[in-house]
């Protein structure tokens, strides 16, 4: 992206420190998880880079629709690119009602459209083989047993599992009710399960043989401490390979699962998006094609058209 020579010059402390002061907007006032963060320092790292020198102030839409055309020449997708324009905007958008930026040369760019992948989900008898539980397992078996027989109970997000302290309130297992916030620092209840409850009875039972005396967490790892999220997801593999699913999976895999498997027994859509913890139901329609077999068959049976002699 050539640049004139009297407009290459090189980035200013000041702009590093608006990004910076954007940030901190973000992590404190706005709250966001630290991984919708980390998202938002890369996407706003490859403006800076890509902007060869530029002051910010000094970007157009034009400038700014290459930097998009070169980053999908790169490979990002085109969902990729929608989240790094959606930083790129909120920048902008701070920086006018802020700091006397005259428009948001981002407001009219789109990214480019890419085929939408569709959420991956176990079968019911996947699940089921996947979540047999062994009553008389050593802890860290109790323990991933426990992890995700909740997040496929509840819909959990990995960040959400993490965070669960072991004499938290917000985990009623009486009740079998789990409170969490997720992302946009958006609070939901969900039901747990009872098999997800009684998985977490044993766990509570065995928790004092591997977690340290002083340690909140309700899921520790090897040292005791609050287990880390790269160390979920091992688990979750490696239970997979012992119980003979072949089939790839991560800790969101049984998120997408609770999601299907409610959404074909109860066709709720609002419901669904409700425990998931969607901003829009747009986000949660993505499952609804996944029950076409269960959509058929509320067509034959109540279209009047539909029915055959």
């Keep these: 992206m050539p640049r004139p020579a009297a ?5 200013t402390p000041p702009d590093h420190a608006l990004v910076e002061q954007y940030l901190g907007v973000l992590r404190h ?19 800076g880079s890509l902007a060869e020198g530029l002051r910010l102030r000094a970007l157009d839409t034009a400038q700014l629709r290459r930097c998009v055309a070169m980053l999908h020449a790169r490979g990002l997708s085109g969902r990729t ?17 802020h700091h006397g930026f005259p ?7 789109r990214a480019p459209k890419s085929p939408r992948t569709l959420p991956k989900a176990l079968s019911v008898e996947q699940a089921q083989r996947l979540l047999e539980g062994e009553r008389d397992a050593a802890p860290p078996i109790l323990r991933d047993q426990a992890m995700f027989e909740l ?10 599992i993490v965070a669960l302290d072991a004499a938290d309130e917000r985990l009623d297992l009486r009740e079998g009710e789990v409170t969490v916030t997720g992302k946009g620092s958006k609070t939901r209840s969900v039901p747990v399960g009872a098999k997800a409850r009684e998985a977490l009875k044993r766990w509570l039972d065995a928790r004092v043989r591997l977690a340290r005396p002083d340690e909140r967490a309700l899921f520790v790892g090897a040292r005791g401490r609050r287990i880390a999220p790269r160390i979920v997801n091992v688990r979750l593999k490696a239970l997979a390979r012992r119980r003979g699913v072949e089939v790839p999976i991560h800790p969101h895999v049984l998120r997408h699962s609770f999601a299907t498997h409610l959404l074909q027994s109860s066709q709720d859509l609002r419901a669904v998006q409700e425990m998931l913890g969607h901003s829009s139901i747009a986000t949660t329609q993505v499952y609804t094609h996944l029950d076409f077999q269960a959509l058929a068959k509320v067509y034959d049976s109540a279209h009047p058209r539909a029915k055959r002699k």
């Excluded at 690119?81 to 009602?97: C, D, E, I, M, P």
């Design 81 to 97: 690119l929608a989240k790094t324009l959606s930083a790129w905007r909120g920048l902008y958008r701070w920086l006018v009602r």
């Design 7 to 11: 407009e290459r010059i090189p980035a």
């Design 151 to 160: 997040m496929y109970s509840s819909g959990l997000r990995l960040a959400e």
């Design 103 to 109: 428009s948001n040369p981002v407001q009219g760019l």
């Design 29 to 47: 006032q706005r709250r966001l998880s630290p991984g919708t963060l980390a998202t938002y320092q890369h996407a706003l790292d490859l403006l």
